[in-house]
């Protein structure tokens, strides 16, 4: 008998691989290719099961990776071309997000009221 995929089990592997991925620059259309699927299809899958636009999640990881090497590096230039961002995009991006200036040393990893990476791959994982 063959098994079903759960869409949750794929979006699950999809949040393993941007994990696993997020400093290569991805691009939406890199995870749908990367799981097998048209990428409208799983773009809408992404968002049915996690709440959020998949453009919008490698979005904010980005901007999380970026501060976290950020606070190790205070190499803005290095950083941005890493993630394929123009540094001056990147820092207004971080700002309108978190509220805060991307230089800010006092705020190390941003609070985010939306789970995301591990978190988010158990609520799914616990909700299945």
């Not at 696993?20 to 749908?32: F, N, R, T, V, Y």
């Not at 901007?63 to 890493?82: C, P, R, Y």
Request: proline share 3%; hydrophobic share 40%.
């Amino acid at each position: 008998m063959e098994r079903t995929i759960k869409i949750e089990d794929i979006i699950i592997e999809s949040l393993i691989y941007i994990e696993w991925h997020i400093e290569d620059g991805l691009k939406p259309a890199d995870i749908s290719t990367e799981m097998n699927y048209p990428f409208k299809v799983f773009k809408q899958m992404f968002s049915n099961v996690t709440g959020m636009e998949l453009s919008s999640y490698l979005h904010l990881r980005t901007l999380i990776e970026a501060k976290k090497e950020w606070d190790i590096t205070n190499a803005i230039e290095v950083i941005a071309a890493k993630y394929n961002q123009h540094p001056e995009l990147l820092i207004k991006a971080f700002k309108k997000e978190f509220g805060y200036s991307f230089f800010d040393k006092r705020n190390t990893i941003p609070n985010c009221s939306k789970l995301i990476g591990k978190e988010l791959i158990e609520a799914i994982s616990n909700a299945a």
